[in-house]
């Protein structure tokens, strides 16, 4: 399978404190993208970082890539209980998204 | 703009039954997916449309079929349904093939299958 791998599986944090979660893929990559899925619900598009990018933020959100190693790190600065979600990086080749296994982000009040 | 919808949202079914689940986006666009996630992984394609008229097997099209009826709609189709379906099926789109675009999800639909 080309599907990525994600770590932690399970994250913990309270409220206000940063939460770092980390991808790792195996292919050539045009870009990557971050989602997020609230419980029961579909996925929605956080960022993406293009193969030539190193660094990109948005709002409390940072993203790394770095192709050398094939992976990515994703950022979430003074976290809030409404980030609490499942966080999923996608690695994508131009034909085919290969989705991480995701990182369960818990945030506590 | 309803995004991405897909029908219907829960479904129980017998081994052995058939069933289509619908997806139907109105942002115009060309690529629509099908995944399914199952506890504990990521989402794994079944099958993708590139543009209208193309369908293509995806990671894991044992077991489906796809018609692209027209841009807007995408089906997927369980023939003879199996216990290891069980699953959340996710259709997505995107604008175009390729690209930097990001996908738009459906909300899912819950299969059994007893």
């Known amino acids: 399978s080309q599907q990525g791998e994600e770590d932690p599986q399970a994250l913990s944090i309270q409220e206000g404190e940063n939460a770092t979660m980390n991808c790792s893929y195996k292919?050539?990559?045009?870009?990557l993208q971050w989602y997020r899925q609230n419980s029961g619900r579909g996925l929605v598009h956080l960022i993406l970082?293009?193969?030539?990018?190193r660094e990109k933020h948005s709002g409390r959100l940072r993203v790394t890539l770095d192709t050398s190693k094939k992976s990515s790190s994703l950022l979430i600065t003074a976290s809030r209980a409404a980030d609490t979600a499942s966080y999923f990086c996608?690695?994508?080749?131009?034909?085919?998204?290969?989705f991480g296994t995701g990182t369960s982000l818990t945030v506590i009040p | 703009n309803a995004g991405v919808t897909q029908t219907p949202k829960f479904q129980v079914l017998k081994t052995g039954q058939s069933m289509t689940l619908q997806c139907a986006q109105d942002?115009?666009?060309?690529?629509m997916y099908w995944y399914r996630q199952d506890p504990g992984m990521g989402l794994r394609l079944i099958y993708y449309?590139?543009?209208?008229?193309?369908?293509d097997k995806g990671e894991v099209p044992n077991g489906y079929n796809v018609s692209r009826l027209n841009k807007r709609e995408f089906s997927l189709r369980l023939e003879s349904a199996a216990p290891s379906q069980t699953s959340v099926y996710f259709c997505?789109?995107?604008?175009?093939?390729?690209?930097?675009?990001?996908?738009?999800f459906g909300p899912g639909t819950r299969l059994t299958v007893l």
């Open positions: 997505a789109s995107r604008l175009n093939w390729g690209g930097a675009g990001t996908q738009y």
């Open positions: 292919t050539s990559i045009n870009n």
């Open positions: 970082i293009r193969s030539n990018e």
């Open positions: 996608a690695t994508d080749a131009g034909n085919q998204f290969y």
């Open positions: 942002m115009n666009h060309n690529s």
């Open positions: 449309s590139a543009s209208e008229g193309t369908t």
